[in-house]
């Protein structure tokens, strides 16, 4: 059988692999001889309890916390009931009512005449309501209705459906997604009651100052979208956000998000908005969803350089944690420069062994392989080596999974997809998961007598490929990956049909 090559169009989306920044090594190193120094000292000083490395994300039943937390959530819904039903929750406003001054002999005089003729206006109404005879079924819907608008305030006005991301507050109402909303506080001030009631109250607080209940309704504009937005659901059912820094190096962007003052607080205030939009898709069940995982880009980012950025960057990274305590399952930094590592390094001491644990951190080249297990592949952005591609017409929701292949060190795999109706055509991705593999496509005739037709040439594939092929003749397509390094990969593919219209 005689090989014809004809090579049909192919569409390749690569991931570019940015230089590696072996210069920075020495701040590493200066920087861990640092820490080192640090630990000795710390060594001769009291040492604090702390929670063990393998720190995972906690069960929001309540059969699962140990009795210091259930008592410590028991005395926060105590201490919140109280203060809801005490009118104590909020800041007092100020009382604008200042004192009148004193009024003229004739100024009273009028004020007499006016609520004289107030009295009269009054009776007047009384005896036209009388002459009416207004029916007794019109005075009790009017009640009814007085009473379902006060049904949540008690007789000193006390408003008792206060709530937080749509979950109700006030304890004595059973709703079971308010102890998964009190959880977060406590955990975030290591179960100390009074810490977490005040943060509580502060973030209570700052909602109304910032007027979040209206923050989804604004438009802020699509300027910032490409700096962050929210995409997919990781392995868990986590909604996704990912923090694309880099974007930020182009100056135009750079001056629009953060040239003045005003920008800066309009950038904010779109970051919370993000944040909240978001939170909506969390459902605060304690056995559901009810936090994020969070993709931070670094791939050209401005680095700290640039002052606008740093507190800009600080001002909001501060504002979601006073305010959103506990809504991040897992924080991934990718194409980590080595300058990072370093400011991580100084800056690890003051951090928490809960937050540490939720870091993760990727070099560029092993930027697929840490997001592969978090996230299921179908859901990886294309830019990142996964099968997303944004606007995607070609694969929905309900067949875009993907099917896994093992390569072991220096083995060759196929995958065939059989192509028995003539004039059909199909759509395929493959991505490769652990390096570089040599790759190519070939369609296989029935037919001994008909022509092998190469798709692809043989080449070098470290990124994912979409490519298409419509058959005139019964067969089947072969993809071909050989893996030739001494090092496991896996590959990814999918494919669909889309028959001839006869």
């Known amino acids: 059988m005689t090989v014809e090559v004809q090579s049909e169009a192919t569409q390749v989306a690569e991931v570019v692999v940015p230089k590696e920044e072996l210069e920075a090594k020495k701040i590493v ?4 001889n640092e820490k080192v120094k ?27 916390l140990k009795e210091n937390e259930k008592k410590a959530l028991n005395d ?28 003229s002999p004739s100024g009273e005089e009028e004020e007499k005449k006016d609520d004289e003729n107030k009295v009269e206006e009054k009776v007047e109404e009384e005896e036209t309501k009388n002459e009416e005879n207004c029916d007794t079924n019109g005075e009790n819907k009017e009640e009814k209705e007085s009473e ?56 209570l607080q700052w909602r109304k100052d910032f007027k979040i209940e209206s923050i989804l309704e604004e438009d802020l504009g699509s300027d910032l979208a490409p700096t962050a937005y929210m995409s997919g659901t990781d392995n868990q059912g986590h909604p996704i ?23 800066r607080k309009q950038f904010l205030r779109w970051r919370v908005q993000l944040m909240e939009k978001g939170i909506q898709k969390l459902d605060f069940k304690a056995g559901g969803i009810s936090s994020l995982l969070q993709i931070n880009d670094l791939k050209n980012s401005p680095g700290p350089s640039k002052k606008e950025v740093r507190v800009a960057t600080k001002q909001a990274v501060d504002l979601l944690q006073d305010n959103y305590p506990e809504f991040v399952a897992k924080n991934i930094f990718i194409n980590v420069p080595f300058w990072y590592y370093a400011f991580q390094s100084l800056l690890s001491p003051f951090l928490t062994q809960r937050t540490k644990s939720k870091f993760v951190f990727a070099r560029p080249a092993k930027v697929t392989e840490t997001l592969f297990k978090y996230i299921p592949i179908q859901e990886i952005p294309i830019q990142y080596g996964g099968l997303k591609r944004e606007n995607d017409f070609e694969f929905s929701a309900s067949d875009c999974e993907a099917s896994e292949i093992l390569l072991k060190a220096g083995s060759t795999e196929t995958i065939e997809i059989p192509a028995a109706e003539v004039g059909s055509t199909f759509i395929w991705d493959v991505t490769i998961v652990g390096g570089e593999v040599s790759y190519k496509e070939e369609f296989v005739p029935e037919d001994d007598n008909s022509y092998t037709i190469i798709i692809q040439k043989e080449k070098k594939l470290s990124s994912p490929i979409r490519n ?14 050989k893996n030739t390094s001494s090092k496991k990969k896996k590959a990814f593919y999918r494919h669909k049909i889309k028959k001839s219209a006869i």
């Open 241 to 263: 956000c990912y923090n694309i820094f880099g974007v930020l190096d182009d100056q135009e962007l750079y001056n629009k998000t953060f040239g003045t003052e005003e920008k």
């Open 76 to 103: 926060l819904k105590s201490k919140l009931e109280e203060a809801i039903l005490g009118n104590t929750l909020f800041k007092k406003e100020e009382s604008a009512t200042k004192k009148s001054p004193e009024k």
């Open 468 to 481: 298409t092929f419509k058959n005139n003749e019964a067969g089947k397509i072969v993809l071909t990956i």
């Open 148 to 203: 379902e608008e006060g049904a949540d305030l008690d007789v000193d006005g006390v408003d008792k459906v206060i709530s937080i991301w749509g979950v109700p507050l006030l304890p004595s109402k059973g709703d079971e997604r308010t102890n998964v909303v009190l959880l977060k506080f406590l955990r975030a001030r290591d179960y100390k009651v009074n810490e977490s009631f005040e943060m509580l109250k502060k973030t």
């Open 29 to 32: 190193e200066e920087v861990e």
């Open 38 to 64: 640090e630990e000795e000292e710390e060594e001769t000083k009291p040492k604090a309890m702390e929670k063990s490395s393998s720190y995972r994300e906690e069960s929001n039943f309540l059969s699962d």
